[in-house]
Antibody
């Protein structure tokens, strides 16, 4: 059974940093692009970043470029999102996500950026 | 990137009626990698349909998906009270993955 379990969310002040992690199991992690998707309170779903299977390339939505870094550890089947210079508008539930023929999601971790 | 436009924004119907939700893509969706989700407050998105027309495990056959290319439809027959929620479409055939803005299905 595919499982994606996010961790690392919490309350952080504007300008602060947070590192999210996603533990993956039940599939061949090294075969898939991985994504982070977020959902701000009362808003829709927004793709944030993705990374190639070997970790050599990554891509970001414009609003997080230069502040967020996606990475993966294929030896540990884990995905990470380092978030720096956090802003109030980064407040959201962050989901670990990948797709094969069908999509798979974790349950999400809440990040709150507030003084 | 592929832009997905969902319509209508809000749909007001009564239990027992049928709902038709639309998702239109700005470019053709590769391999019909189009998914539909249901989301209720405080919950993660629940996968309903993938590959445009395949029901996910445990989804009642009242839910059906159709379409290809740039036009996709989610149909919900015989609406139950628990079906009133927000519905999103997603394409994952091209990077980056993108989502529609959502359709709110509310009780009339």
């Amino acid at each position: 059974e595919v499982q994606l379990v996010e961790s690392g969310g919490g309350l952080v002040q504007p300008g602060g940093s947070l590192r999210l992690s996603c533990a993956a199991s039940g599939f061949t992690f090294t075969n898939y692009w991985m994504n982070w998707v977020r959902q701000a309170p009362g808003k829709g779903l927004e793709w944030v970043a993705n990374i190639t299977p070997d970790g050599s390339e990554n891509y970001y939505v414009d609003s997080v470029k230069g502040r967020f870094t996606i990475s993966r550890d294929n030896a540990k089947n884990s995905l990470h999102l380092q978030m720096n210079s956090l802003r109030a508008e980064d407040t959201a539930v962050y989901y670990c996500h990948f797709t094969s023929r069908r999509p798979y999601w974790g349950r999400g971790t809440l990040v709150t950026v507030s003084p | 990137e592929i832009v997905l436009t969902q319509s209508p924004g809000t749909l007001s119907l009564s239990p027992g009626e049928a709902a038709t939700l639309s998702c239109r893509a700005s470019q053709s969706v590769t391999n019909s990698y189009l998914a539909w989700y249901q989301q209720k407050p405080g919950q993660a998105p629940r996968l309903l349909i993938y590959g445009a027309s395949s029901r996910a495990t445990g989804i009642p056959d009242r839910f059906s998906g159709s379409g290809s290319g740039t036009d996709f439809t989610l149909t919900i027959n015989r609406l139950e009270p628990e079906d009133f929620a927000v519905y999103y479409c997603q394409q994952h055939g091209s990077s980056p993955i993108t989502f529609g803005q959502g359709t709110r299905l509310e009780i009339k």
